[in-house]
């Protein structure tokens, strides 16, 4: 069973690897506003979701229309960029490009690839909040990561 | 009427997540958030839409900033920037664009229709707080020049194009932004 300080120290770590967009949306964080960033990820996960379902049915027509293909993607690449989600958010800039040449195999291949990175992130976000958890329960405080 | 300004913001944002993530940093710098989804109720809300009527009876209604994403669906943040300083009741609002893609030509028409500044997403807490600064000095500087009474002063005030940074002879921290803001952001 973990300790408090092996916990605090994975927390910090999973936390630092999710780049400083995230590490700024926890210090938005105070006693009036605990639940900022699981609100924030929330969010991000149910817009993520239906991006990806809309993607897939999107690129599923017999006629594709790419325009509408790289709004989705160009949102994406928004939010996913606001949460830091790096790796998704780079996905999406290739996926854009091949939404300009109309290239149907490249973005099937695209979104195959965002729908592994974002499974990455989304576990990765799942863990640093039951870190907290785990942290909270065993009576320990959360990190401020620097 | 010397009431202790707090900024009241329209933030308009597409995305669920820059809107949810723009109002905690407006709030956590002490601003009042309107945070709206597409161009068309912002204007709305200004009273603009050539619909409803301004409804700007109470005094807490009124905006001081206004921060739009540059792309969004229906009408972009261009298009709404123009609207807005193409209005003679709003043009004095300053706005701001936001976006994520670091664009010059894009950039350069955002300034060159009025806009105060253009800002790379994701918007940081020392970029909301650097602009309060700037809105409430602003505002400061106006009241001054009220209060030494010339209506042709504030006339001239009106009619220049303000650069981001001002007229404040004191030095700060983040002094030297130029007219053109910064255009990379510092995220690696």
Redesign the interface.
Known sequence: MATVGQLQKQFVDFSTSL???FI??Q??QDES?PD?VF??VS??F??SEKLLNNLAIALQQQVVDFKQVD?HV??F???S???GAHRVKNMCVAFRNFCEEKNLDGCLRCLQQINHEYCLVKNKLENVFRLERQILEAGGTIPLIA | MAVEEILHVLAVD?????R??IE??LK?SCCKVTAVESGRRALQYLGLDGETSSVNFDQELKVNLIMTDY?M?GMTGYELLKKIKGSSKLREIPVVVMS?ENILARIDRCLEEGAEEFLM??V??SDVERLRDFVLKGDEDKNEGEVLATTRKRKNRSDESRPLILQSSEPSPHQSLPKRPRLIAT?D
């Open positions: 780049y400083r967009e700024q949306l210090k938005l506003n900022f609100e924030v969010l991000f149910e817009d709004a160009h949102q690449k928004g939010s960029s606001s949460i | 597409d995305s669920l997540v820059d949810k993530v905690r940093l956590v792309s669906p994520s997403k994701p940081k807490l995220v």
